[in-house]
């Protein structure tokens, strides 16, 4: 049985990404906050430690956070936390766990990127800075694992109905934004895990050091 393991998969795009592997049969490995808080450093060497001998197949950092402020308003802990989570925690997951995937001589990885790693909006400067690094770590680790036959892709999600999305957005907003998407309506996370899962699964021989936009063409306006 292939293994995946997936984090932040508690609820949003993850919850969705967990069940699409559940469903085609993958046993899926998706930490809580409380076994791998991503923003704590002594957390993640914990983990990693515990489970450094463990092989998964399959590896989704889908754990983020965004505090949107403008940068004379961003504080030293928003500066802090959204680099550890969202870039030094995946790579540091990536160290720990693409060793045993070399062995099995097979792995599929998908760092979450997003829509603001492809086009700008204001207030978003270092959260669109960790989704444009971890793009960094994608096609860097797509030649230097490609190899060990390890696919590493990023996936970009443009606006998704998550509690994400809901917290930095109004219902009015919403609508608003619903009606600048070419297709008229966001994302559901069950979209954005089936590019996940297709890149990750066995169907996936050739693709690899991209970055996929799944946006509605929003970013093609
Ligand atoms: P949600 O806020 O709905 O869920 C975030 C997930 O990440 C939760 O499972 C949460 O766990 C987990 N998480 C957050 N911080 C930590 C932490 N310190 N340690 C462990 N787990 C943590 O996010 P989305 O589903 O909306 O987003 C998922 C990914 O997609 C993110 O990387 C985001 O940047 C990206 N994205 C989302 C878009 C959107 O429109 N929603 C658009 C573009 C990109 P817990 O339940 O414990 O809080």
Not at 15 to 42: C, H, W
Not at 138 to 146: D, P, R
Request: hydrophobic share 35%.
């Amino acid at each position: 049985m292939r293994k995946a393991f997936i984090t932040g998969g508690s609820r949003g795009i993850g919850k969705a990404i967990a069940l699409k592997f559940q469903e085609n049969g993958y046993e899926v490995v998706t930490p809580s906050r409380q076994e791998l808080n991503l923003t704590d450093g002594n957390s993640i060497d914990a983990y990693i430690e515990k489970h450094k001998n463990e092989y998964f197949d399959v590896i989704v950092n889908n754990a983020g956070i965004n505090d949107i402020h403008e940068i004379s308003d961003i504080t030293d802990e928003e500066l802090d936390n959204m680099i550890q989570t969202n870039l030094v925690a995946p790579i540091k997951l990536l160290r720990g766990f693409t060793g045993e995937m070399k062995k099995h001589h097979y792995g599929r990885i998908v760092n979450i990127g997003s829509i603001w790693a492809v086009v700008s909006k204001g207030g978003r400067c270092v959260y669109s800075a960790t989704k444009n690094g971890i793009h960094g770590v994608t096609n860097t680790l797509a030649v230097e694992l490609a190899p060990d036959n390890i696919l590493v892709n990023t996936v970009c999600p443009g606006f998704t109905l998550t509690e994400l999305t809901k917290k930095n957005n109004t219902d009015k907003e919403i609508r608003t934004i619903s009606g600048d998407i070419p297709i008229g309506r966001m994302a559901e996370p069950e979209e954005i895990a089936e590019v996940v899962y297709f890149l990750c699964s066995d169907k996936n021989t050739y693709l690899t050091g991209q970055k996929i936009t799944v946006d509605g063409g929003f970013s093609e306006k």
